[in-house]
Protein backbone atom coordinates (compact mmCIF):
# COMPACT_ATOMS: atom_id res chain seq x y z
CA UNK A 1 0.00 0.00 0.00
CA UNK A 2 1.61 3.48 -0.60
CA UNK A 3 1.29 5.79 2.14
CA UNK A 4 1.97 9.55 2.52
CA UNK A 5 4.82 10.59 4.41
CA UNK A 6 6.26 13.95 5.81
CA UNK A 7 9.70 12.67 6.27
CA UNK A 8 10.86 16.16 7.56
CA UNK A 9 8.07 16.29 9.90
CA UNK A 10 8.32 12.27 10.65
CA UNK A 11 11.64 12.70 11.90
CA UNK A 12 11.47 15.94 13.83
CA UNK A 13 8.88 14.28 15.62
CA UNK A 14 10.87 11.33 16.25
CA UNK A 15 13.63 13.48 17.64
CA UNK A 16 10.86 15.23 20.18
CA UNK A 17 9.75 11.73 21.45
CA UNK A 18 13.17 10.40 22.05
CA UNK A 19 15.12 10.12 25.24
CA UNK A 20 12.10 10.66 27.06
CA UNK A 21 11.82 7.75 28.81
CA UNK A 22 8.27 6.74 30.84
CA UNK A 23 6.83 9.91 29.65
CA UNK A 24 3.56 10.77 27.35
CA UNK A 25 4.59 14.64 26.96
CA UNK A 26 5.89 13.42 23.77
CA UNK A 27 4.02 13.37 20.54
CA UNK A 28 3.99 9.56 19.84
CA UNK A 29 6.06 6.56 20.55
CA UNK A 30 9.48 7.07 18.77
CA UNK A 31 10.72 4.30 16.11
CA UNK A 32 13.87 2.77 15.81
CA UNK A 33 14.71 1.09 12.25
CA UNK A 34 17.97 -1.19 12.92
CA UNK A 35 19.47 -1.48 9.47
CA UNK A 36 22.45 -3.35 8.86
CA UNK A 37 24.58 -4.92 6.97
CA UNK A 38 23.09 -7.96 6.08
CA UNK A 39 20.35 -5.58 4.89
CA UNK A 40 22.11 -3.31 2.71
CA UNK A 41 23.99 -6.73 0.78
CA UNK A 42 20.21 -7.87 -0.32
CA UNK A 43 19.40 -4.17 -0.87
CA UNK A 44 21.93 -3.43 -3.66
CA UNK A 45 22.36 -6.82 -4.68
CA UNK A 46 26.29 -6.83 -4.07
CA UNK A 47 28.17 -8.84 -6.93
CA UNK A 48 31.19 -9.53 -3.88
CA UNK A 49 30.46 -9.53 -0.56
CA UNK A 50 34.29 -10.45 -0.11
CA UNK A 51 35.12 -7.08 -1.58
CA UNK A 52 32.76 -5.02 0.58
CA UNK A 53 34.30 -5.78 3.87
CA UNK A 54 37.95 -5.97 2.43
CA UNK A 55 37.46 -2.87 -0.07
CA UNK A 56 37.22 -0.33 2.72
CA UNK A 57 36.53 2.48 -0.25
CA UNK A 58 34.44 0.07 -1.92
CA UNK A 59 32.42 -0.09 1.11
CA UNK A 60 32.32 3.93 1.62
CA UNK A 61 31.36 3.88 -2.15
CA UNK A 62 28.59 1.20 -1.63
CA UNK A 63 27.11 3.06 1.74
CA UNK A 64 26.66 6.50 0.03
CA UNK A 65 24.70 4.82 -2.77
CA UNK A 66 23.00 2.70 -0.69
CA UNK A 67 22.55 5.64 2.11
CA UNK A 68 21.11 8.06 -1.15
CA UNK A 69 18.26 5.52 -2.05
CA UNK A 70 17.42 5.35 1.64
CA UNK A 71 16.92 8.82 2.86
CA UNK A 72 14.96 9.20 -0.28
CA UNK A 73 12.56 6.79 0.64
CA UNK A 74 12.86 7.06 4.46
CA UNK A 75 14.77 10.23 5.37
CA UNK A 76 17.88 9.46 6.86
CA UNK A 77 21.01 8.14 6.15
CA UNK A 78 21.80 5.09 8.25
CA UNK A 79 25.63 3.68 6.84
CA UNK A 80 28.82 5.54 7.77
CA UNK A 81 30.51 6.91 4.50
CA UNK A 82 33.86 6.95 5.93
CA UNK A 83 36.53 4.86 4.57
CA UNK A 84 37.34 2.86 7.40
CA UNK A 85 40.94 2.29 8.62
CA UNK A 86 42.02 -1.70 9.57
CA UNK A 87 40.13 -3.16 12.52
CA UNK A 88 41.09 -3.55 16.07
CA UNK A 89 40.62 -7.39 17.56
CA UNK A 90 37.47 -8.46 18.61
CA UNK A 91 37.21 -9.88 22.66
CA UNK A 92 36.32 -13.16 21.26
CA UNK A 93 39.31 -13.08 18.74
CA UNK A 94 41.18 -12.53 21.79
CA UNK A 95 40.09 -15.41 23.32
CA UNK A 96 40.84 -17.60 20.66
CA UNK A 97 37.86 -17.07 17.46
CA UNK A 98 39.10 -16.00 14.09
CA UNK A 99 37.06 -14.19 11.51
CA UNK A 100 36.12 -15.89 8.15
CA UNK A 101 34.15 -14.20 5.22
CA UNK A 102 32.82 -15.61 2.16
CA UNK A 103 30.46 -14.75 -1.21
CA UNK A 104 27.21 -14.13 -0.02
CA UNK A 105 27.37 -13.07 3.87
CA UNK A 106 28.69 -11.20 6.66
CA UNK A 107 32.26 -11.63 8.48
CA UNK A 108 31.17 -14.58 10.61
CA UNK A 109 33.50 -15.63 14.10
CA UNK A 110 34.90 -19.36 13.87
CA UNK A 111 35.37 -21.10 17.11
CA UNK A 112 39.32 -21.49 18.20
CA UNK A 113 39.75 -23.97 20.65
CA UNK A 114 38.40 -27.49 19.90
CA UNK A 115 38.90 -29.16 23.13
CA UNK A 116 39.37 -28.92 26.72
CA UNK A 117 43.15 -29.11 26.81
CA UNK A 118 43.49 -26.48 23.70
CA UNK A 119 40.66 -24.06 25.56
CA UNK A 120 43.09 -24.02 28.74
CA UNK A 121 45.98 -23.09 27.05
CA UNK A 122 44.20 -20.14 25.58
CA UNK A 123 43.20 -19.18 28.67
CA UNK A 124 47.26 -19.65 30.42
CA UNK A 125 48.33 -17.44 27.06
CA UNK A 126 45.61 -14.86 27.75
CA UNK A 127 46.60 -14.45 31.93
CA UNK A 128 50.11 -14.53 31.03
CA UNK A 129 49.79 -11.06 28.97
CA UNK A 130 51.10 -8.07 29.92
CA UNK A 131 48.75 -5.42 29.22
CA UNK A 132 51.42 -3.97 26.22
CA UNK A 133 51.37 -7.37 25.27
CA UNK A 134 47.32 -6.95 25.26
CA UNK A 135 47.66 -4.11 23.37
CA UNK A 136 49.58 -5.01 21.13
CA UNK A 137 47.56 -8.84 19.71
CA UNK A 138 44.15 -5.68 20.17
CA UNK A 139 46.35 -3.92 17.03
CA UNK A 140 47.48 -7.26 15.70
CA UNK A 141 45.37 -6.94 12.40
CA UNK A 142 47.39 -3.13 11.97
CA UNK A 143 44.51 -1.56 13.72
CA UNK A 144 45.00 1.64 16.00
CA UNK A 145 43.26 3.87 18.77
CA UNK A 146 41.57 6.84 17.63
CA UNK A 147 42.76 9.10 21.01
CA UNK A 148 40.44 11.81 22.09
CA UNK A 149 41.67 15.21 22.72
CA UNK A 150 39.06 15.98 25.49
CA UNK A 151 38.29 13.47 28.10
CA UNK A 152 34.50 11.53 26.69
CA UNK A 153 32.33 9.62 28.70
CA UNK A 154 30.14 6.80 26.28
CA UNK A 155 28.79 3.42 26.73
CA UNK A 156 31.07 0.38 26.40
CA UNK A 157 29.19 -3.06 25.27
CA UNK A 158 29.81 -6.32 23.50
CA UNK A 159 28.04 -9.11 23.03
CA UNK A 160 26.81 -11.49 26.06
CA UNK A 161 28.97 -14.38 27.79
CA UNK A 162 26.43 -17.20 26.37
CA UNK A 163 27.19 -15.75 22.87
CA UNK A 164 30.73 -14.89 22.86
CA UNK A 165 31.42 -18.97 24.45
CA UNK A 166 29.81 -20.24 20.96
CA UNK A 167 31.99 -18.59 18.95
CA UNK A 168 34.48 -19.02 21.01
CA UNK A 169 34.50 -22.77 21.38
CA UNK A 170 31.53 -23.31 19.15
CA UNK A 171 27.93 -23.87 20.21
CA UNK A 172 28.04 -27.56 20.40
CA UNK A 173 31.10 -27.53 22.44
CA UNK A 174 29.90 -24.77 24.65
CA UNK A 175 27.12 -26.93 25.77
CA UNK A 176 28.23 -30.65 26.18
CA UNK A 177 31.19 -28.45 28.34
CA UNK A 178 28.66 -27.06 30.46
CA UNK A 179 27.93 -30.51 31.22
CA UNK A 180 30.63 -32.77 31.06
CA UNK A 181 33.20 -30.27 32.10
CA UNK A 182 31.72 -27.96 34.27
CA UNK A 183 34.81 -26.70 36.68
CA UNK A 184 36.52 -25.81 33.06
CA UNK A 185 34.29 -23.95 32.01
CA UNK A 186 33.68 -22.28 35.42
CA UNK A 187 37.33 -21.29 34.70
CA UNK A 188 36.64 -20.04 30.84
CA UNK A 189 33.81 -17.44 32.46
CA UNK A 190 35.85 -15.88 34.63
CA UNK A 191 38.62 -15.81 32.30
CA UNK A 192 36.09 -14.24 30.05
CA UNK A 193 34.57 -11.75 32.49
CA UNK A 194 38.26 -10.89 33.27
CA UNK A 195 38.81 -10.43 29.50
CA UNK A 196 36.15 -8.40 29.07
CA UNK A 197 36.93 -5.81 31.84
CA UNK A 198 40.99 -5.39 30.80
CA UNK A 199 39.68 -5.27 27.12
CA UNK A 200 37.89 -2.06 27.90
CA UNK A 201 39.75 -0.83 30.60
CA UNK A 202 42.48 -0.66 28.23
CA UNK A 203 40.60 0.83 25.36
CA UNK A 204 39.80 3.63 28.39
CA UNK A 205 43.55 4.42 28.72
CA UNK A 206 43.72 4.63 24.74
CA UNK A 207 41.22 6.53 24.05
CA UNK A 208 41.12 9.02 26.94
CA UNK A 209 37.69 7.78 27.37
CA UNK A 210 35.59 6.85 30.74
CA UNK A 211 33.24 4.37 30.22
CA UNK A 212 29.98 5.30 31.95
CA UNK A 213 27.11 2.23 30.72
CA UNK A 214 27.36 -0.84 29.76
CA UNK A 215 24.77 -2.54 26.46
CA UNK A 216 24.80 -6.24 26.12
CA UNK A 217 24.30 -8.04 22.80
CA UNK A 218 23.39 -11.84 23.77
CA UNK A 219 21.30 -13.60 21.49
CA UNK A 220 22.50 -17.57 22.29
CA UNK A 221 21.52 -17.19 26.35
CA UNK A 222 18.30 -18.96 24.80
CA UNK A 223 20.35 -22.00 24.63
CA UNK A 224 20.70 -22.22 28.70
CA UNK A 225 18.29 -23.13 31.30
CA UNK A 226 17.91 -20.86 34.28
CA UNK A 227 20.36 -22.87 36.36
CA UNK A 228 23.10 -23.05 33.62
CA UNK A 229 22.87 -19.54 33.22
CA UNK A 230 22.70 -18.15 36.60
CA UNK A 231 26.21 -20.47 37.47
CA UNK A 232 28.09 -19.70 34.46
CA UNK A 233 26.54 -16.33 32.28
CA UNK A 234 24.97 -14.48 34.96
CA UNK A 235 28.24 -14.06 37.17
CA UNK A 236 30.43 -12.67 34.46
CA UNK A 237 27.61 -10.09 32.96
CA UNK A 238 27.02 -9.06 36.57
CA UNK A 239 30.55 -8.32 37.18
CA UNK A 240 31.23 -6.52 34.22
CA UNK A 241 27.80 -4.15 34.49
CA UNK A 242 29.11 -3.47 37.95
CA UNK A 243 32.38 -2.39 36.54
CA UNK A 244 31.04 -0.15 33.83
CA UNK A 245 27.73 0.97 34.81
CA UNK A 246 28.05 1.14 39.03
CA UNK A 247 25.61 3.89 39.22
CA UNK A 248 21.83 3.96 38.58
CA UNK A 249 21.76 6.47 36.05
CA UNK A 250 24.46 4.64 34.02
CA UNK A 251 23.23 3.36 30.87
CA UNK A 252 22.13 -0.80 30.62
CA UNK A 253 21.05 -2.43 27.67
CA UNK A 254 19.90 -5.94 26.86
CA UNK A 255 19.35 -7.35 23.64
CA UNK A 256 18.62 -10.62 22.30
CA UNK A 257 16.00 -11.51 19.56
CA UNK A 258 16.05 -15.54 21.08
CA UNK A 259 13.26 -16.71 22.95
CA UNK A 260 14.60 -15.97 26.48
CA UNK A 261 11.76 -15.50 29.01
CA UNK A 262 12.61 -18.31 30.79
CA UNK A 263 15.59 -15.71 31.89
CA UNK A 264 13.55 -12.43 32.44
CA UNK A 265 14.55 -13.01 36.23
CA UNK A 266 18.04 -12.18 35.39
CA UNK A 267 17.70 -9.74 33.44
CA UNK A 268 15.31 -7.77 36.40
CA UNK A 269 18.37 -8.63 38.60
CA UNK A 270 20.46 -6.04 36.33
CA UNK A 271 18.71 -3.33 36.66
CA UNK A 272 18.06 -2.48 33.06
CA UNK A 273 17.37 0.75 31.70
CA UNK A 274 15.91 -0.60 28.40
CA UNK A 275 15.26 -4.14 26.18
CA UNK A 276 15.56 -5.41 22.64
CA UNK A 277 14.28 -9.14 23.25
CA UNK A 278 12.63 -11.81 20.74
CA UNK A 279 9.90 -11.30 18.61
CA UNK A 280 7.86 -14.45 20.36
CA UNK A 281 7.99 -12.85 23.84
CA UNK A 282 4.99 -10.62 24.00
CA UNK A 283 5.61 -6.74 25.10
CA UNK A 284 3.09 -7.60 28.10
CA UNK A 285 5.43 -10.39 29.44
CA UNK A 286 8.58 -8.28 29.10
CA UNK A 287 6.55 -5.08 30.72
CA UNK A 288 5.56 -7.72 33.97
CA UNK A 289 8.90 -8.81 34.39
CA UNK A 290 11.16 -5.41 33.95
CA UNK A 291 8.55 -2.78 34.76
CA UNK A 292 11.52 -0.39 34.95
CA UNK A 293 13.25 -1.24 31.24
CA UNK A 294 12.24 0.86 28.21
CA UNK A 295 10.64 -1.95 25.28
CA UNK A 296 12.40 -1.68 22.21
CA UNK A 297 10.27 -3.66 19.98
CA UNK A 298 8.47 -6.19 19.50
CA UNK A 299 7.17 -6.43 16.09
CA UNK A 300 8.78 -9.55 14.31
CA UNK A 301 11.30 -8.98 12.00
CA UNK A 302 9.36 -11.47 9.12
CA UNK A 303 6.24 -9.99 9.51
CA UNK A 304 7.80 -6.76 8.37
CA UNK A 305 9.51 -8.46 4.95
CA UNK A 306 6.62 -11.09 4.63
CA UNK A 307 3.51 -9.75 5.15
CA UNK A 308 2.15 -6.54 4.10
CA UNK A 309 0.36 -4.00 5.40
CA UNK A 310 -2.00 -5.06 7.52
CA UNK A 311 -0.17 -7.41 9.59
CA UNK A 312 2.41 -4.67 9.93
CA UNK A 313 -0.32 -2.12 11.54
CA UNK A 314 -1.56 -5.14 13.61
CA UNK A 315 1.78 -5.74 15.72
CA UNK A 316 2.47 -2.21 15.92
CA UNK A 317 -1.40 -1.33 17.37
CA UNK A 318 -0.66 -4.68 19.36
CA UNK A 319 2.23 -3.65 21.34
CA UNK A 320 1.00 -0.06 21.61
CA UNK A 321 -2.21 -1.07 22.91
CA UNK A 322 -0.15 -3.77 25.67
CA UNK A 323 2.17 -1.28 26.49
CA UNK A 324 1.99 1.82 25.22
CA UNK A 325 0.26 3.97 27.85
CA UNK A 326 2.85 4.19 30.20
CA UNK A 327 5.44 5.86 27.68
CA UNK A 328 8.17 3.24 28.28
CA UNK A 329 7.88 1.82 24.56
CA UNK A 330 10.24 2.15 21.38
CA UNK A 331 8.46 0.75 18.43
CA UNK A 332 11.21 -1.32 16.57
CA UNK A 333 11.82 -5.19 15.23
CA UNK A 334 12.74 -7.77 17.73
CA UNK A 335 16.13 -7.81 16.40
CA UNK A 336 17.44 -5.69 13.43
CA UNK A 337 15.16 -5.47 10.01
CA UNK A 338 15.79 -8.62 7.50
CA UNK A 339 17.55 -8.60 5.07
CA UNK A 340 15.15 -8.19 1.58
CA UNK A 341 12.78 -5.71 3.90
CA UNK A 342 11.39 -3.64 0.91
CA UNK A 343 12.01 -0.32 1.33
CA UNK A 344 8.03 -0.03 0.62
CA UNK A 345 7.16 -2.06 4.21
CA UNK A 346 10.21 -0.06 5.95
CA UNK A 347 7.02 3.26 5.06
CA UNK A 348 4.61 1.50 5.89
CA UNK A 349 5.72 0.78 9.34
CA UNK A 350 6.68 4.37 9.89
CA UNK A 351 3.06 5.22 8.80
CA UNK A 352 1.45 2.84 11.61
CA UNK A 353 4.06 4.57 14.35
CA UNK A 354 3.00 8.04 13.17
CA UNK A 355 -0.78 7.08 13.05
CA UNK A 356 -1.03 4.56 16.21
CA UNK A 357 1.34 5.36 18.45
CA UNK A 358 0.46 9.08 19.21
CA UNK A 359 0.39 10.44 22.68
CA UNK A 360 -1.20 14.04 21.24
Sequence with gaps: MEVELDLLRFW????????????????RAPIGLPIDDHWLIEEMDLPSTVRYF?????????NTECNNRFEEAVGIRPFSEAVGG???????EVMGSRYETVEGGTPW???GPTSIEDMHAKLDEIEALTDEGFLALICSKGGSFSRSLEPRQCNAGSRGPATMATSILGSMNT??????????????????????IRYHRLVERETNTKYAGYYW??????????????????????????????????????HSDSEMRHLLPFLADYDLHAVNLGPTMPAEVIRKALPKAMIHGQ????????????????????????VG?????????????????????????????QEYCRYR
Excluded at 12 to 23: G, I, L, M, V, Y
Excluded at 237 to 250: G, I, S, T
Excluded at 328 to 352: D, H, K, P, Y
Design 299 to 322: VAPMTLRNNGFDAIVAEVKRDFEA
Design 12 to 27: RENRQSSDKPFSTDKP
Design 54 to 62: ADKAYQAQV
Design 109 to 111: LEP
Design 175 to 196: MYWIIDYPEDMDRFYQVLGDTI
Design 217 to 254: LDDNCCLYSPGLYERFCYPAMKRVMDEFAPLPEHYRFQ
Design 325 to 353: ADGGLLVTTAGSIAAGTSLQSIREFMWAV
Design 86 to 92: KPLLRIE
